[in-house]
């Protein structure tokens, strides 16, 4: 064989193994997608799917999140996380170098537990003239993710006042213009159950906090109260 065959051979014997060695240099840049949400998703590059599902957190859990691995050509992409078809989240011009393997996380808050971080420490209150009576103050305070509720007799009339004071004629002891605990409940969602001891077993308070966190309604036995927050 003449010399110039020989040399053309090896070049293109050398030419066949760099495009394996350059396949194999871009299938090293990838992306993993974190999954912190409570949602399913699916990583998206491109708009072309990537990888997934990718199974979204239980409630109140602090569990560092479930994820996918997706190859990638280096250079800027952008990065959506779908739940379903739907684009819950994304990232545009998200530059991946060559060789690296970057870690995008999606945390996707749910939006009664934001509302219920923002009302920490809020306080709702009403008031009951029971058939001119008795009157009662009571309120709901949001502590953290539990809902607590306490009353306070304002007004009585004398026989009456007189028979909370002193325990008497059925009426438990609550001297007027002191404060006493209901109950409290966690919160789940917008709405928490409170169960109060009545002397006839627990008395289930079904409280639901409004869309905009203003207004609590409380639901015992098909009877409806509205605290407003203060």
Same mark, same amino acid.
């Given at each position: 064989?003449?010399?110039?065959?020989?040399?053309?051979?090896?070049?293109?014997?050398?030419?066949?193994?760099?495009?394996?060695?350059?396949?194999?240099?871009? =299938?090293?840049?990838?992306?993993?997608?974190?999954?912190?949400?409570?949602?399913?998703?699916?990583?998206?590059?491109?708009?072309?799917?990537?990888?997934?599902? /990718?199974?979204?957190?239980?409630?109140?859990?602090?569990? #560092?999140?479930?994820?996918?691995?997706?190859?990638?050509?280096?250079? #800027?992409?952008?990065?959506?996380?779908?739940?379903?078809?739907?684009?819950?989240?994304?990232?545009?011009?998200?530059?991946?170098?060559?060789?690296?393997?970057?870690?995008?996380?999606?945390?996707?808050? &749910?939006?009664?537990?934001?509302?219920?971080?923002?009302?920490?420490?809020?306080?709702?209150?009403?008031? &009951?003239?029971?058939?001119?009576?008795?009157? /009662?103050?009571?309120?709901?305070?949001?502590?953290?993710?539990?809902?607590?509720?306490?009353?306070?007799?304002?007004?009585?009339? #004398?026989? @009456? =006042?007189?028979?909370?004071?002193?325990?008497?004629?059925?009426?438990?002891?609550?001297?007027?213009?002191?404060?006493? &605990?209901?109950?409290?409940?966690?919160?789940?969602?917008?709405?928490?159950?409170?169960?109060?001891?009545?002397?006839?077993?627990?008395?289930?308070? /079904?409280?639901?906090?409004?869309?905009?966190?203003?207004?609590?309604?409380?639901?015992?036995?098909?009877?409806?109260? @509205?605290?407003?927050?203060?």
């Amino acid at each position: 064989m003449k010399i110039a065959s020989k040399i053309l051979l090896i070049v293109l014997l050398l030419l066949n193994f760099s495009y394996p060695l350059a396949d194999r240099a871009y =299938a090293m840049a990838q992306i993993t997608m974190v999954n912190r949400s409570q949602l399913t998703l699916y990583l998206y590059i491109d708009g072309n799917f990537g990888c997934g599902p /990718v199974g979204g957190l239980g409630r109140f859990t602090n569990s #560092p999140g479930l994820f996918c691995t997706s190859s990638v050509t280096p250079g #800027p992409h952008r990065l959506e996380a779908r739940d379903g078809e739907k684009v819950v989240a994304h990232e545009d011009n998200v530059n991946i170098g060559d060789g690296t393997s970057p870690t995008w996380t999606v945390t996707i808050e &749910d939006p009664d537990q934001a509302l219920i971080k923002k009302l920490d420490g809020a306080r709702y209150s009403v008031q &009951d003239n029971t058939a001119r009576m008795v009157n /009662v103050t009571c309120t709901l305070d949001i502590k953290g993710t539990t809902l607590i509720e306490r009353c306070c007799v304002t007004w009585a009339r #004398p026989d @009456i =006042a007189q028979s909370m004071a002193m325990g008497t004629n059925g009426f438990p002891r609550r001297p007027v213009g002191t404060w006493y &605990d209901i109950g409290q409940g966690q919160i789940i969602g917008r709405v928490a159950h409170i169960y109060a001891d009545r002397g006839l077993g627990n008395e289930d308070r /079904v409280c639901t906090i409004s869309e905009d966190g203003n207004s609590i309604t409380e639901e015992i036995k098909g009877n409806i109260s @509205i605290y407003h927050r203060q």
